[in-house]
């Protein structure tokens, strides 16, 4: 074994990777509903390996979490700049809040029993769940005219105050917003929930079929026998049953293969191809015979995903949208910021949202002309657009300005941020370039992470005994302080003062605190989809907001 620990210490790189591997193994390990994940287990690992005494380079961890915060920024960008609507500033004031108040409860706190501003630091990250806040504070630490010797102490307490923490406040978060908030302000979240999708759904049943996310449609060949559809057009019958969404596809009359236009005249003994789902279908049999044409019912269609970037479309709703290109198109499914939204005939679809489309090519391809362009299906990633972004962003994060005796400046990571959030938003709106993939965007966000705390684990493995004794357990009910007092608050602030309805204020609550993993519980217990529309802005902002606090709980401690 002892070979083992010199061979780690003469390579680091083996180390590096031992941690990383470890961290996704012990990731997978579920405390009850809960999961570790990647990160946690990452920083556990790290920690134990770096008991070790491993020196690995600092600028490892630098690149490593620029391409993480770089490939944030570009998630979120879109949506962040849909932040400047008017109906979007409850969900802003909201975050601000939530945000602001975590920052001065760990200020407070952190005062009273004399935590160091590392310790601060990872307090703030770990109960907050927000790890961009270690890169941050770190870097801001760096700039600090102190020894290096207080330099390390800091920086090593910000992951062990995270890894005593960030169990506690994910925990408590997940547990508070779906289980706790809603009996604090008597409401029952699943009635409420339940309440919503009648309306959020009910408001037209066959457009909402049109615009549906369920996938059992059907293709069938029909024989008209009913006087009652003979003389209407195409357009006419696809809205004649009124419980949801009817597509000709294409029309036989005396044995020719016609084009189903929407102003074609049908007759009877006309044979359709008509797609519509089961229980509409068994409607459309009331008119017709279902009969065997496999040269009509031979109609290639193709799935694809559009990304919305032309202005006439972004801002409009789903049903505008589908009054202008109806013929042959199924919504499959609408992701926004990586999340998939449910969605009605009045969802406004944004820039930068991708809309998963099925239909024949033709109408496809002139679809996608409209709304923005199709997603190539191709690994390739612009590394050039990549790599000039961190670029610009670690010149523009150079630059400072000393507020009351304190540097203060974006760093190269938060440069990193900005120009991600940037170069995102010119992505939705200029598709020819900056293509990243989902494969390989999920390759910089937790991959980059996952490097970065790992490293920052090792290096402060070997204080890890003593930090734990300085701050003493404690810190676990702490952490439990600034988990849930800005929600609480923010709770409150947004029921009675924004007047916001509970799922959606719920939903924008864990998105203000950057916890995926609530919004899961939250739509488990509400048993509905409709919390992540007020999930998408408020998670923009609050990454933003928490990767800011880094180097400004520092400059408050300093």
């Given at each position: 074994m002892e070979y083992l620990f010199e061979i780690l210490r003469q390579h680091p790189e083996l180390a590096l990777f031992l941690t990383v591997a470890m961290g996704f193994l012990v990731g997978k390990v579920s405390l009850g509903s809960f999961k570790i994940g990647a990160v946690l287990g990452t920083l556990f690992s790290g920690l134990l390996i770096g008991l070790l005494d491993i020196s690995i380079p600092s600028l490892i961890k630098t690149i490593f979490f620029d391409m993480f915060i770089f490939a944030?920024?570009?998630?979120?960008?879109?949506?962040?700049?849909?932040?400047?609507?008017?109906?979007?500033?409850?969900?802003?004031?909201?975050?601000?809040?939530?945000?602001?108040?975590?920052?001065?409860?760990?200020?407070?706190?952190?005062k009273l029993l004399n935590y160091n501003m590392g310790t601060a630091a990872g307090l703030l990250a770990g109960a907050f769940t927000e790890s961009t806040v270690?890169?941050?504070?770190?870097?801001?630490?760096?700039?600090?005219?102190?020894?290096?010797?207080?330099?390390?102490?800091?920086?090593?307490?910000?992951?062990?105050?995270?890894?005593?923490?960030?169990?506690?406040?994910?925990?408590?978060?997940?547990?508070?917003?779906?289980?706790?908030?809603?009996?604090?302000?008597?409401?029952?979240?699943?009635?409420?929930?339940?309440?919503?999708?009648?309306?959020?759904?009910?408001?037209?049943?066959?457009?909402?079929?049109?615009?549906?996310?369920?996938?059992?449609?059907?293709?069938?060949?029909?024989?008209?026998?009913?006087?009652?559809?003979?003389?209407?057009?195409?357009?006419?019958?696809?809205?004649?049953?009124?419980?949801?969404?009817?597509?000709?596809?294409?029309?036989?009359?005396?044995?020719?293969?016609?084009?189903?236009?929407?102003?074609?005249?049908?007759?009877?003994?006309?044979?359709?191809?008509?797609?519509?789902?089961?229980?509409?279908?068994?409607?459309?049999?009331?008119?017709?015979?279902?009969i065997t044409d496999k040269e009509l019912l031979d109609i290639p269609r193709q799935t694809v995903k559009i990304v919305v970037t032309k202005r006439a479309a972004a801002g409009k709703t789903l049903r505008e949208l589908a009054e202008l290109y109806r013929q042959g198109i199924v919504l499959q499914k609408l992701t926004r910021t990586?999340?998939?939204?449910?969605?009605?005939?009045?969802?406004?679809?944004?820039?930068?949202?991708?809309?998963?489309?099925?239909?024949?090519?033709?109408?496809?391809?002139?679809?996608?002309?409209?709304?923005?362009?199709?997603?190539?299906v191709t690994p390739d990633t612009d590394i050039l657009f990549v790599a000039l972004g961190i670029f610009i962003g670690g010149i523009l994060g150079s630059f400072s300005l000393t507020l009351f005796g304190v540097p203060v400046a974006l760093s190269a990571s938060g440069g990193a941020l900005?120009?991600?959030?940037?170069?995102?938003?010119?992505?939705?709106h200029r598709p020819t370039f900056g293509r990243i993939p989902d494969a390989a965007l999920w390759i910089f966000d937790t991959l980059g992470l996952t490097v970065f705390i790992g490293v920052v684990g090792i290096s402060a493995g070997p204080?890890?005994?003593?930090?734990?004794?300085?701050?003493?357990?404690?810190?676990?009910?702490?952490?439990?302080?600034?988990?849930?007092?800005?929600?609480?608050?923010?709770?409150?602030?947004?029921?009675?003062?924004?007047?916001?309805?509970?799922?959606?204020?719920?939903?924008?609550?864990?998105?203000?605190?950057?916890?995926?993993?609530?919004?899961?519980?939250?739509?488990?217990?509400?048993?509905s989809k409709l919390p992540v529309l007020g999930y998408t802005i408020p998670y923009a902002l609050g990454n933003i907001l928490l990767t800011a606090w880094g180097p400004v709980i520092v400059g408050m401690l300093s």
């Open positions: 944030t920024g570009f998630k979120v960008g879109p949506q962040f700049f849909q932040l400047l609507k008017k109906d979007a500033l409850p969900q802003i004031l909201l975050t601000v809040i939530i945000c602001v108040t975590s920052l001065t409860t760990v200020y407070v706190i952190s270690i890169g941050t504070a770190g870097q801001a630490i760096e700039r600090l005219a102190i020894t290096g010797d207080l330099k390390n102490i800091y920086i090593n307490s910000i992951p062990i105050a995270y890894a005593a923490t960030y169990l506690v406040g994910t925990a408590a978060v997940v547990l508070f917003l779906p289980n706790v908030a809603p009996r604090l302000i008597r409401v029952n979240i699943k009635e409420l929930a339940q309440k919503l999708d009648g309306q959020f759904f009910g408001k037209n049943q066959s457009v909402k079929n049109e615009t549906s996310s369920n996938p059992v449609w059907n293709l069938r060949a029909l024989q008209l026998n009913s006087t009652m559809l003979s003389g209407m057009t195409v357009e006419e019958i696809e809205y004649f049953i009124p419980e949801g969404r009817v597509i000709i596809e294409r029309i036989r009359r005396n044995g020719l293969l016609l084009d189903a236009h929407q102003k074609t005249i049908l007759q009877e003994g006309d044979v359709i191809a008509v797609t519509a789902r089961q229980e509409v279908m068994v409607q459309l049999f009331r008119y017709g015979n279902e990586g999340v998939d939204m449910p969605f009605d005939t009045d969802t406004v679809v944004n820039r930068g949202d991708c809309l998963v489309l099925d239909g024949h090519p033709k109408y496809l391809e002139r679809t996608s002309k409209e709304l923005g362009f199709v997603e190539p900005v120009m991600g959030l940037f170069f995102g938003w010119l992505r939705s204080g890890l005994i003593s930090g734990l004794s300085h701050t003493g357990f404690s810190i676990i009910l702490v952490a439990l302080a600034v988990a849930l007092l800005p929600h609480v608050i923010g709770l409150y602030f947004g029921y009675y003062i924004l007047k916001m309805n509970p799922v959606m204020l719920l939903g924008a609550q864990s998105g203000a605190g950057t916890s995926t993993s609530a919004l899961k519980s939250l739509q488990d217990v509400a048993g």
